[in-house]
Nanobody, 124 residues
């Protein structure tokens, strides 16, 4: 069993920055890959960024490349989503997820543990 606790959401003006945190506890073998997803009202959940815990390899959605990064702490228990140059289109509920390494890094169905979500609103 894995528990995920997210924090760091909030409201920011366009062009601003936010950092989300996701602290994971529980079975380390179940969190070989950690990722961030987001879901805006009326839209499907989409993958934003993922990191492979063992080698640190990262995957980003095209929409956030160059603006977002996904570092993890040395203990590989916390993953962050550093968001820069935020746009109104980035407004969504952001979820942390963990799972194994099978499947696609940014596909929601390939993750089996999810956090509760944290809201990010980008508006002037």
């Amino acid at each position: 069993q894995v528990q995920l606790v997210e924090s760091g959401g909030g409201s920011v003006q366009p062009g601003g920055s936010l950092t989300l945190s996701c602290a994971a506890a529980g079975d380390a073998s179940s969190r070989k890959r950690m990722a961030w997803f987001r879901q805006a009202p009326g839209k499907e959940r989409e993958g934003v960024a993922a990191i492979y815990a063992d080698n640190g390899a990262r995957v980003y959605a095209d929409s956030v490349k160059g603006r977002f990064s996904i570092p993890q702490n040395n203990a590989k228990t916390t993953v962050y989503l550093r968001m820069n140059s935020l746009k109104p289109d980035d407004t969504a509920l952001y979820y942390c997820a963990v799972g194994g390494v099978a499947g696609s890094a940014l596909r929601p169905s390939d993750y089996n543990h999810w956090g509760q979500g944290t809201q990010v609103t980008v508006s002037s």
